[in-house]
């Protein structure tokens, strides 16, 4: 029987080693659209994260009535009632945060991670786990989204807005070098480059990371090597 | 002079990829060679189509009369799945040889972003008036999947020249670079900003 993994690793693994934005690229479309202010970054992130983690938990509870040849449009009538219950939501008490997401918060849908979770996860596990995992993945998304929003509002703006989710307002502004403000990284074509240069970054360090196991690896065989003679 | 308004806008000012950033997913997957990014602008563009054509007419026809406008979400992606569902029956039937060239293509773009938005675009109501009457939502359709087609195609060149480039550094091998080459292509992009 395979070994249950644990709950824990089920949650760091939708951050780190299984992040959906760096290192499985789904979901792009939002990643390069929603992100060039920190608010409007965590405000889809949240949105992904909800949708998410309700999905995974009606899927699963589903899982064992839904006929196997049909179940990928069912999963897709799910998201969708889903998604049009938090876009309901926002609309109703954030219409700020609604507004500037506009139709990139309807095609949460079409977002591959959700899909991609059901299908892979929640449809083979229980309640409990697949809890975990969706708030687990859609915490990565949340991170991953903000990252790339810090920098592009950093660099693109020279300062920091943070606007209220519910109110709209911007509650506080830190401002950097505002002078010396590179405005293209605001803009569309700053929002491919910046995500290349952080992916091409996160490639060095995950082979950098790499190499040091492979040595440290290679140390310990020598070690047993010797003791064995 | 509307249409060609609305062709331009949708074609180069306002293309769906660079500037509004849906498609990505094959923009970057699918585009690696030229052959492949031209089955799936043809199948795209037919499927945009018709897809807007059948969700225009279910919106307004049905939704709107029955005043169940909040299900179009629900409405529209059920649409497009069994409209592709369809489609590669009839071809498979009718076409076979048009089915063997967009095949694998066809699944994939039931989860593609542009259907679905453009199918939203389209039914767009602003103070009880429709954006667009049925023959601009014909054009506005078309000129989105040949926007898109225009900007995969092209880029599935740059695509082709990177694979297996020597001159990029390691970190930067795979969706890194191509990245950066549509971040290129999109400030080109912002010339044509002006032109409306």
Do not use: W
């Not at chain 1, 229980?126 to 975990?132: A, Q, Y």
């Amino acid at each position: 029987m395979k070994e249950k993994t644990s709950l824990k690793s089920i949650f760091l693994d939708g951050i780190i080693k299984n992040n959906p934005v760096f290192v499985l690229f789904l979901g792009m479309c939002p990643v390069l659209a929603t992100t060039s202010s920190f608010s409007s970054a965590l405000g889809m992130g949240i949105a992904v994260v909800v949708v998410l983690t309700m999905t995974n938990i009606i899927i699963s509870l589903i899982r064992k009535i839904v006929p196997n040849d049909i179940r990928i449009p069912i999963y897709i009538v799910v998201i969708a009632t889903v998604v049009t219950i938090v876009e309901m939501f926002m609309k109703a008490f954030m219409a700020d945060l609604a507004a500037t997401l506009g139709v990139y918060l309807s095609i949460i849908v079409v977002n591959c991670v959700i899909l991609g979770r059901a299908e892979a996860f929640a449809s083979q596990n229980n309640v409990g786990r697949s809890v975990i995992d969706g708030l687990g993945t859609g915490i990565g998304f949340l991170l991953a989204l903000v990252l790339i929003a810090l920098f592009r509002e950093i660099i693109g703006t020279g300062a920091i807005e943070f606007v209220g989710l519910f109110s709209g307002k911007v509650l506080f502004r830190l401002p950097l070098f505002e002078k010396y403000a590179i405005n293209i990284f605001v803009g569309n074509a700053g929002a491919f480059i910046m995500l290349g240069l952080l992916i091409a970054l996160i490639n060095m360090f995950t082979s950098v990371h790499e190499k040091r196991l492979l040595k440290l690896e290679a140390k310990k065989e020598e070690a047993t090597v010797k003791e064995a003679k | 002079m509307k249409f060609i308004l609305i062709a331009l806008s949708a074609i180069l000012v306002n293309n769906i990829v660079l500037t509004r950033f849906l498609g990505i997913c094959p923009f970057l997957g699918v585009s690696k060679k030229t052959k492949n990014a031209l089955g799936m602008s043809g199948a795209l563009i037919f499927v945009l189509l018709l897809s807007s054509l059948v969700s225009y007419a279910f919106y307004f026809l049905v939704l709107v009369p029955l005043g169940l406008e909040f299900l179009k979400l629900v409405a529209f992606i059920l649409i497009i799945a069994s409209l592709v569902q369809f489609v590669e029956i009839a071809l498979k039937r009718f076409m076979p040889s048009l089915y063997k060239a967009l095949g694998i293509y066809l699944p994939l773009i039931t989860t593609n972003c542009v259907v679905l938005t453009v199918a939203l675009d389209v039914v767009a109501v602003t103070g009880g008036v429709a954006d667009y009457s049925f023959l601009e939502m014909i054009i506005y359709s078309l000129s989105n999947g040949i926007g898109f087609a225009l900007v995969f195609i092209v880029f599935s060149f740059t695509q082709e020249k990177l694979a297996n480039n020597k001159a990029i550094p390691t970190p930067f091998k795979g969706n890194a670079v191509a990245l950066l080459a549509a971040g290129l292509m999109a400030l080109a992009f912002v010339g044509f900003q002006g032109m409306i």
